[in-house]
C-alpha cells in the first residue's frame, strides 16, 4: 500500500485548553501572586520540557517575562528550542503546579490533600519506608525515576537504604534499540544523520518527536545533502510527509522488511565483504537465516512491493558507506522488538558505515579522545564515590529470567514492580518511591497499576505536578522546575568530547525543592545522611572538574563547552586533520586512518551478527530470525501509539501553552473503515478491546492503512489533580495488554481495538 503525499489529509488538529479550576492545595494558586525573581542576563542551562535535554540560554524580561532561546554554542542543536522548550515558562508559572508538600487525607486516587511542611513529609516518609524495611527487607521497597540527572541520586538514596530495585523508563520507551545495541555492539551506537546520503526510517518520527540535534541532522541531511528518505510506517506522519516514499507497512512486520534488505545486499553481492571480514562474527551463520527472506516472501507478510524493497536496497548500496538504516525510537512494537532493532544493525553493519560519515558511529569522551590525541585536549570529570555503601545482597525483581541480563543494568524491566506487588513475584513490594515518572500513562494495563498502587503500604511520588500516578501517593513532593534548579556538569560526547550544566535561571517560586536536595534530605531523615557527604551542588561540580575553577567558570559561563577536531576512526579526511592537530597522535594505519582501533565491547571482541552469548541468555534467539507475532484478533483493528511535536509523552499536557496548542488526541480512521462503521470526522466514538474502554472522537483521513487506528500518547488523563488534560482524550494504556517482550523487557505498544459509534 503506497500513498503519495498530496493525498493526504491533515489531521493535527489543536484544541483549545481554557477551563474552570478549584484551587488545589499546594498549588502555585494557593499560594497567591508571587514577584518572578532571576537574572536579567542570559544564563547557560538546560531544558528539561522533554528527555533530550537541549542546552538553551535564558533570562528575566523586565522582571515579569522569561526569555529561553537555544544555546548558540551547542552548533548541532542550531541554537534553538522546539515548541516545548519554548513552553518552559508556560510551566514555571502555572498556577496548578505544586509548591509545598503534600500528604493525602482522603483514600488514594481519590484527590483530598492537605498541605505540610517538609519535615513532617521527611518524617512520614522515614518512618514507614524504615517500618517496611524492618518487617520486609529493604528490597521491598522500589525505586523509580525518570531517566538522566533526575535518577543519579535517587538511585544513590536506594543504594544507601539498602534497594536493588531502581528503575527507569527504559522498558516503556528506549529499550529495545539499547539492549539490541548492547547485544550487537557491546555499548550504544549513535547516528550521523546530518552527512547521510540515503536514509532508511522505520517510524522514528523525528519530526514529531523532536531532539532538536537528531532532527536538524535530518533536516540538514535532506536539504543539504540532498539525501533520499524512505519510511516504513503504518500512519503518513510528518516524517513520512517529509519523505521521498512512504510505505504503509502492515504494523509489526519491520523486522520482515528489514531481513528482506539484509537478503538483498547479501545474495545480490552489495554488501562490504572487507568491512565484514575484519569487523564481524557470525556473518555466516546470520547469511544462512536470511537466505530464506526475499523481499517476495517480505512482500507477503509486509504489504511492502517485493520490487520496490529490492530497488531501495540497491539505492541504499549505492549510496554506503554514507547512508543508514535508522535503528529507531518509538515505532511499531512487538514482541519480536529485540529481533527487530537487531535487524535494522545488521543491516548498517553489512553496508559498513561503522564510524563513517553518515553512517553510526560511537561517542568520543574525554578519556580515550586523550589517547588517540596523545595529549590532554579534553578535561575528564570525575566520579563521586562514597566509601562504606551498603552491600546489597539481595537480587532485583526482574531478574526471574537470565535473558533480560542486558537490561538489568540499564534500566530494569519498570513493570516488574506490577508483578512483585499482585503476584509476590519474585517476592512481595510494599512500598514504591517514584520521580518524574507517569507509570499510569506510559506503561500498559492502567486497570493493573492502579491495583498495584492501591495494594501497596505506602507510595511516595516527586513532581511538579499531581499526575495521574502521583494522585495514588501518600506523600506528593514537589520539584523544583529545571528553571529553578542548579545540577552537575553533564558529559554529551559526540564525535569529540562536551560537556554541559544546569544552572538556576529564576529563584525558587513557593516551597519546591531541587529532587538532589530533597533525596539528600531524606537520607538524613532514613538515618543515611553519611552517604551523601556533599553540603551544595557546586561541592559536587567542584569535585566533577577536580576543583579546576576557572574550568567551571567557562562549563557555566557558556553552558556548553567541546573540545578537539570531530573524529570517526574510518573517515580518513576527518583523521587526516585530526593528526595534523594533534603532533603526538597516534601513529595511523596504513590506509590512513584509525580502522584497527575500531573496538567492539562484546565476547568476541567484534560485532556479533550471531551471538552465543544471547544464545546461552535466550535460548533460539542467537542468530537474528523472523517469527510470526498475533497482535490482535481477526475481528480487531491495529492500535498504534506515536509521539507528537507539542507534547512529551505524558509530561506536559497540563501546561498551559501545550494544553492550549493541543489538548486531545483524535483516533486516526481510514475512510473505508470509517465507512464500514458508519463514522465521520468528529464522531464521538468507543475504542475497546479485553484490555480496556475509551471514549474519544474520530479523524477521518486515508494516512493510515484501513487495518489500522492511530492515536497520539499522552491524554486522557483519569485524575482531577490535572484540569486541564483530565478526560481529553483518548488514554492508550488503558487499551493496551500487560504484555513483556522477550529480551528487551519492552511493553508491548501494538494491540488490537474495536471501534463503535456513540
Not at 44 to 71: D, H, W, Y
Not at 281 to 292: L, N, R, W
Not at 606 to 621: F, N, T, Y
Not at 738 to 751: E, I, Q, R
Request: proline share 4%; glycine share 8%; hydrophobic share 40%.
Amino acid at each position: 500500500m503506497k500513498l503519495d503525499r498530496r493525498t493526504f489529509i491533515k489531521g493535527a488538529g489543536a484544541g483549545t485548553a481554557g477551563c474552570v479550576f478549584a484551587t488545589l492545595p499546594g498549588s502555585l494558586a494557593a499560594l497567591g501572586q508571587t514577584e518572578l525573581q532571576g537574572s536579567a542576563e542570559s544564563i547557560a542551562s538546560i531544558c528539561e520540557m522533554c528527555s533530550t535535554r537541549c542546552p538553551i540560554s535564558a533570562r528575566v524580561v523586565n522582571g515579569k517575562n522569561l526569555s529561553i532561546l537555544g544555546n548558540s554554542k551547542a552548533k548541532s542543536f542550531g541554537g534553538a528550542v522546539c515548541a516545548r522548550g519554548g513552553a518552559g515558562h508556560s510551566q514555571l508559572y502555572d498556577k496548578q503546579r505544586i509548591v509545598k508538600p503534600l500528604k493525602r487525607v482522603g483514600e488514594r486516587g481519590e484527590g483530598k490533600w492537605e498541605e505540610i511542611e517538609w519535615d513532617e513529609a521527611y518524617a512520614t516518609i522515614a518512618k514507614n519506608l524504615n517500618r517496611i524495611k524492618a518487617q520486609h527487607g529493604a528490597q521491598s521497597v522500589a525505586f523509580s525515576s525518570k531517566s538522566g540527572s533526575l535518577s543519579g541520586h535517587l538511585f544513590h538514596l536506594a543504594k544507601a537504604f539498602g534497594s536493588p530495585n531502581t528503575f527507569t523508563h527504559a522498558s516503556t520507551c528506549p529499550a529495545g534499540y539499547v539492549v539490541a545495541a548492547k547485544a550487537i555492539f557491546g555499548s550504544k551506537i549513535k547516528r550521523d544523520l546530518s552527512h547521510s546520503k540515503y536514509i532508511i526510517n522505520f517510524g522514528h518520527n523525528l519530526y514529531e518527536g523532536i531532539n532538536m540535534s537528531e532532527t536538524r541532522g535530518m533536516m540538514n541531511a535532506q536539504m543539504e545533502q540532498g539525501a533520499k528518505l524512505v519510511v516504513f510506517e503504518p500512519r503518513f506522519s510528518i516524517v513520512a510527509d517529509k519523505a521521498d516514499e512512504w510505505y504503509a507497512i502492515k504494523p509489526g512486520t519491520d523486522v520482515a522488511v528489514a531481513l528482506a534488505i539484509c537478503h538483498v545486499l547479501i545474495e545480490d553481492d552489495l554488501y562490504d565483504k572487507a568491512f565484514v571480514a575484519q569487523y564481524v562474527s557470525g556473518f555466516e551463520a546470520f547469511a544462512k537465516e536470511v537466505k530464506a527472506y526475499t523481499p517476495e516472501w517480505a512482500e507477503s507478510v509486509s504489504d511492502v512491493p517485493a520490487e520496490d524493497i529490492r530497488r531501495i536496497t540497491h539505492e541504499y548500496a549505492a549510496a554506503a558507506p554514507h547512508a543508514m538504516v535508522d535503528f529507531g525510537h518509538r515505532s511499531s512494537f512487538t514482541t519480536e522488538e529485540f529481533e527487530m532493532r537487531r535487524a535494522l544493525y545488521a543491516a548498517n553493519i553489512l553496508i559498513g558505515n561503522i564510524e563513517r560519515k553518515g553512517g553510526l558511529y560511537f561517542g568520543k569522551k574525554a578519556a580515550n579522545y586523550n589517547k588517540f590525541a596523545g595529549e590532554k585536549v579534553a578535561p575528564t570529570l570525575a566520579k563521586p564515590g562514597v566509601e562504606g555503601m551498603p552491600k546489597i545482597e539481595a537480587k532485583r525483581i526482574d531478574m526471574v529470567d537470565e535473558q533480560y541480563s542486558l537490561l538489568w543494568s540499564s534500566g530494569g524491566i519498570y513493570q516488574t514492580i506490577l508483578d512483585a506487588t499482585l503476584d509476590a513475584v519474585p517476592y512481595q513490594l510494599h512500598a514504591w518511591v517514584m520521580s518524574r515518572t507517569n507509570p499510569m500513562q506510559t506503561m500498559t494495563d492502567r486497570a493493573r497499576i492502579a491495583k498495584t498502587l492501591q495494594k501497596l503500604d505506602f507510595v511516595v511520588a516527586c513532581d511538579i505536578y499531581i499526575s495521574e500516578s502521583a494522585a495514588y501517593a501518600d506523600i506528593f513532593l514537589p520539584e523544583s522546575t529545571y528553571l529553578e534548579r542548579d545540577e552537575e556538569i553533564a558529559d554529551k560526547s559526540g564525535k569529540s568530547p562536551a560537556y554541559y550544566v544546569r544552572q538556576r535561571v529564576v529563584e525558587t517560586i513557593g516551597d519546591t525543592k531541587p529532587s538532589w536536595l530533597i533525596w539528600k534530605e531524606l537520607a538524613d531523615k532514613l538515618g543515611q545522611g553519611e552517604f551523601f557527604p556533599w553540603q551544595n551542588m557546586e561541592s559536587l561540580q567542584l569535585f566533577q572538574v577536580n576543583r579546576d575553577m576557572p574550568l567551571l567558570k567557562k562549563i557555566k559561563q557558556d553552558g556548553w563547552v567541546s573540545y578537539g577536531k570531530p573524529l570517526m576512526l574510518r573517515e580518513r579526511e576527518m583523521v587526516k586533520t585530526f593528526v595534523e592537530t594533534y603532533p603526538n597522535a597516534k601513529a595511523l594505519d596504513e590506509d590512513g586512518t584509525y580502522a584497527s582501533q575500531l573496538k567492539f565491547k562484546t565476547p568476541s571482541g567484534k560485532i556479533e551478527l550471531s551471538s552465543d552469548k544471547v544464545e546461552k541468555m535466550a535460548p533460539g534467539r542467537g542468530v537474528i530470525r523472523y517469527r510470526e507475532v498475533t497482535m490482535k484478533k481477526a475481528d480487531e483493528l491495529f492500535f498504534i501509539q506515536g509521539k507528537v511535536a507539542v507534547h512529551t509523552n505524558s509530561g506536559t499536557q497540563n501546561v498551559p501553552m501545550l494544553a492550549n496548542l493541543m489538548s486531545d488526541n483524535a483516533l486516526w480512521i481510514h475512510p473505508v473503515t470509517a465507512g464500514l462503521l458508519n463514522i465521520s470526522s468528529g464522531d464521538a466514538i468507543r475504542i475497546y478491546n479485553e484490555t480496556g474502554s475509551e471514549e474519544g472522537h474520530a479523524l477521518i483521513t486515508p494516512g493510515i492503512r484501513p487495518d489500522t487506528v492511530f492515536a497520539y500518547m499522552g491524554f486522557g488523563s483519569k485524575n482531577k489533580e490535572l484540569a486541564r488534560a483530565t478526560g481529553k482524550g483518548v488514554h492508550c494504556g488503558n487499551l493496551l495488554p500487560h504484555v513483556t517482550s522477550p529480551v528487551t523487557g519492552m511493553n508491548l505498544h501494538t494491540t488490537g481495538v474495536k471501534i463503535a459509534k456513540i
